[in-house]
C-alpha cells in the first residue's frame, strides 16, 4: 500500500459544497452505512439502487441505477461531486463497465471517486486491479478501498457461509490454517465517508482491515460461543470449496475465484494487519467479537437461516 496523505480532517471539511455525493449499492453492506456516514456529516446524498423508492428525508434523493442499463448511469451522475463505487456483483471481468463508467463520470464532472476492491487484489490485476489502474491514472481525485474479508458475512443468509452458520452447518474453506483480518463493514464505511469527503484527495489505496488476524478454527469458536451452536471449521480441498460453493448457488466462475482465494488464505495472504482505521478515522477498528455480538443482538438464528437463499456474493 502507498503512504497515504494527511487524512484526518476536521469534521464536516466538504459539509460547504451543494453538490450530492452518489453512492451506488446505497442498500447494501457498505453502502447504507456510508449513506448514513455521510448523511452525519450533512451531506447530501444519491442513493443509487435498481429500485429505488421516495424518500422524505431532506438531503437523500433517492435514484435508479443498473449496471445492465447504460442510460441510468448518467441521470444519476450529473452534478455529483464525488462517487462511491460499487461494481457489479459476481462478476469476473468488472472493468467491462467499470472503466467506461470511470470516464463517463469525469466527463460529467464528477471531481472524487472511491472504488471497492478488495484486498487480494493488487494494482493492474485482472478485474478490480485493471480499474484501480485506470481510476489512479485518470487525472481524477480518488481512493481504492482494499477490506479483507467482511465479518458481517458470516451471519449473512445470503452468503454462503453466513448461510451455514446459521442453519448450524460447518464452516466449509479452502484456507487450512490460514489467518484473515475480518473487518467489520463499518470501519471500510468509516474508511469511505473520509475517502469521499477529506478536503485533501487521498489519491492511494487503502488496505483495510481488523484488529485481528484469525484461523477459520478460531472463527468457528467464536461463532460457537457468540451462536450457542457447535459450529466447525472443515478444511477442505479448493476443488471441494468450489463444489460446496456451486452448491450453494454461486455461480461457478465467481466460485472458482473464491476457492482460489481460500487457497491463498492457507498460505498466508491474509495475515496482515493495518493500522488504517485508526489512520484514517482516527478510532480503532472493531474485533470480529464485537461485530458477531452486535450482528446477533435481538436476532432468531432459525428465522434468519430460511430469509434468503445463500448466493454468496460479497467477500
Known amino acids: 500500500m502507498t503512504d497515504p496523505v494527511p487524512l484526518h480532517q476536521a469534521s464536516g471539511s466538504a459539509s460547504r459544497e451543494l453538490e450530492p455525493v452518489l453512492v451506488l449499492g446505497s442498500t447494501g453492506t457498505t453502502g447504507r452505512r456510508i449513506v448514513a456516514g455521510l448523511r452525519a456529516e450533512g451531506v447530501p446524498v444519491r442513493a443509487a439502487t435498481r429500485s429505488p423508492g421516495k424518500s422524505a428525508e431532506p438531503g437523500l434523493e433517492p ?20 462517487v462511491y463505487v460499487l461494481g457489479p456483483l459476481v ?18 464532472g464528477v471531481r472524487r471517486l472511491v472504488l471497492l476492491s478488495g484486498s487480494p487484489i493488487r494494482l493492474g490485476d485482472p478485474g478490480l486491479g485493471r480499474v484501480h489502474a485506470h481510476l489512479a491514472a485518470s487525472g ?15 451471519l449473512d443468509p445470503t452468503h454462503h457461509i453466513g448461510a451455514a452458520v446459521l442453519a448450524g452447518d460447518d464452516l466449509v474453506t479452502a484456507t487450512g490454517d490460514g489467518r484473515v ?47 450457542g451452536h457447535v459450529i466447525r471449521h472443515r478444511a477442505v480441498s479448493a476443488v471441494e470449496a468450489e463444489e460446496h460453493m456451486v452448491d450453494a448457488g454461486m455461480p461457478r466462475s465467481y466460485a472458482a475465484v473464491l476457492a482460489a482465494m481460500e487457497v491463498d488464505i492457507a498460505a498466508g495472504s491474509e495475515a496482515q494487519l493495518t493500522d488504517t482505521v485508526e489512520r484514517v478515522t482516527g478510532r480503532a477498528p472493531t474485533g470480529l467479537g464485537d461485530v458477531l455480538a452486535a450482528s446477533l443482538e435481538g436476532r432468531e438464528l432459525a428465522a434468519s437461516a430460511t430469509s434468503a437463499s445463500p448466493t454468496a456474493v460479497a467477500r
Do not use: C, M
Request: glycine content about 4%; aromatic content about 8%; overall charge negative.
Open 63 to 82: 435514484v435508479r441505477f443498473d449496471w445492465d442499463d447504460p442510460t441510468s448511469h448518467e441521470d444519476a451522475l450529473a452534478g455529483a461531486r464525488a
Open 91 to 108: 462478476s469476473t471481468a468488472p472493468e467491462a463497465v467499470l472503466v467506461p463508467f470511470i470516464d463517463r463520470a469525469l466527463a460529467l
Open 140 to 154: 481524477a481525485e480518488w481512493a481504492v478501498l482494499r477490506p479483507t474479508w467482511f465479518a458481517q458475512n458470516l
Open 181 to 227: 483480518g475480518f473487518v467489520d463493514a463499518a470501519d471500510i464505511a468509516a474508511v469511505a465517508v473520509r475517502a469521499l469527503l477529506d478536503r485533501t484527495s487521498h489519491d492511494t489505496d487503502h488496505l483495510i482491515t481488523g484488529p485481528q488476524a484469525l484461523s477459520y478454527d478460531e472463527v468457528a469458536a467464536l461463532l460457537s460461543k457468540s451462536t
